[in-house]
C-alpha cells in the first residue's frame, strides 16, 4: 500500500490551503507599493525640515512589513506599517519626548498630513482610512551595541531604550534562508516502488516563504484565540515575541531535523518555541526573558515580568495552536476543513481559501485535469499511481 505516500500528498493540500489563507491575509503588493511612496513622501518631508533636532534625519521599514510577515487586523482593512525615524548625529542627551515633539510638529506643518496625524504613546500614526497607516517611532544611535543598534522611547517617554530593528529584520532573514531537508517519500513496498510515478506535493502545497508563512499563521491564530476566548487585547502575545521565537524555533528545527512533509516541520517548529524562553526565579518570583539577540538589554517578555497574566495566556494559546495545527491531519473533505480553519483562523480567510479551492477543481474538471485519491481528495494537475481520473461534468450526463 501507498499508506506513506498518500499522507505527503494529503498534507501537501493542507499546507496549500495555508499557503492560500495566509495570502488573503498579508499586504498585497499594490498596497505595499503605496506605502512605500507615502513612506518616502514622509521621510523627504520631515528630511527638508531646518530644526536641528530632525538634520540628516532618515526613514526605514521595521517589523512585520520590512519581514514580510503581514496579517491584516481582524475586522479591519489597514495594515499596520511601522516605521523608524532615525537621527544620526544625536545622543542621549536629547529626551526621548522632545525628538518626538520635533517629528510631530514638523508633520503638523504640512496640510497633508495633518488631518492624519494621530499621536500615540511613543510615536506618531498616519492613518489612511481603510488601506493601512504609518507608525513612526523616532530613534538615535546606541553607539555602545557593535550590531549597529540604535535607542527608541520608551512608553512613558522618560527614558531610551535599546533595540536594533535593522539587526533583527537582517537575522530573520538570514534564517528564511535556511532550507529544510524533507523526505520526498518513505516507506513504499516493494511491489509498490514499481508501480509509482508520483510528485510528493500538489502544485499549489508549498508555502512560499516558510519561515514567513509560519509567524503569519501563528499570528492570524493568536488573533483569533483572543477575539474567541473574548481575552483582553493587552494580555495578547506581542507580535515581535512570536516572531522571535518561531525564528529560533525554526533554525533549530531546520539544522536538527529532516521531515516527511511541510506540515511536520510547521508542527515541529510550533512545539518548539518555549524551549528559546529563558525562565529565572528573581525575588521568589518567576520571570521570563525573550532576548532580542542583536541588541544588548532588550526583553520581549518584559511586560510578563510585571504582569505574569500575560505568560499564562501565551502558554494557553501556544498549547491551542499546537493542537489545532496538528489536527489538521483528521480533517474530511472541503467541509470538514473550511469548519477547522474557520475555528482556528476565522470564518473571512476560510471563505476565501474553500471559494478558491472550489474554483480551481471546477476549472480542472473541464479541463480534465481533476484526479481522485483515497484519504486525500480531490487533486488537480498531478498525475499519479494513487489517483484515479474524474470525468468532466456537463451537467448532461454526457
Known sequence: MLHDQRLVLREGMLIGALERMCATLEISQSQSTLAQERYEGVGGWLAESDNPLLKA???????????????????????????????????????????????????????????????????????????????????????????????????????????????????????????????????????????????????????????????????????????????DTSLSPISVLVTTLASQSYEYCVRTNTYDSELDLLVDVIRCMPDFIETRIVSGRMHWFVWNETTKGENFAEKWNDEPKRAEVFYAWHARVLNDIGRLRDVEGLDGLKQRLSDSFGPAPAKAVIDSITDEISLSRRNGLLTAAPRIGLMTGLASAIATPVRANTFFGR
Not at 557593535?146 to 535607542?151: A, D, L
Not at 519561515?211 to 499563521?217: A, K
Open 57 to 231: 534625519i532618515g526613514i526605514f521599514l521595521q517589523g512585520s512589513t520590512a519581514i514580510g510577515t503581514t496579517v491584516k487586523p481582524i475586522g479591519s482593512n489597514e495594515h499596520d506599517v511601522d516605521l523608524v525615524a532615525h537621527v544620526p548625529g544625536l545622543g542621549i542627551w536629547v529626551e526621548p519626548a522632545a525628538l518626538k515633539k520635533a517629528i510631530g510638529d514638523r508633520l503638523r506643518d504640512n496640510g497633508h498630513y495633518k488631518p492624519l496625524l494621530v499621536e500615540m504613546g511613543r510615536c506618531w500614526r498616519l492613518v489612511y482610512a481603510n488601506e493601512f497607516h504609518l507608525d513612526i517611532t523616532p530613534s538615535i544611535p546606541n553607539r555602545d551595541c557593535y550590531m549597529g543598534g540604535e535607542f527608541v522611547p520608551d512608553r512613558a517617554l522618560k527614558v531610551w531604550k535599546p533595540s536594533n530593528p535593522k539587526g533583527y529584520k537582517a537575522l530573520f532573514l538570514e534564517r528564511v534562508k535556511l532550507v529544510p531537508r524533507f523526505r520526498v517519500m518513505k516507506g513504499l513496498q516493494a511491489e509498490d516502488r514499481a508501480h509509482a510515478s508520483v510528485e510528493p506535493y500538489p502544485e499549489q502545497g508549498f508555502f512560499k516563504g516558510i519561515l514567513q508563512r509560519i509567524v503569519q499563521i501563528l499570528k492570524r491564530h493568536r488573533d483569533v484565540f483572543i477575539l474567541a476566548g473574548d481575552l
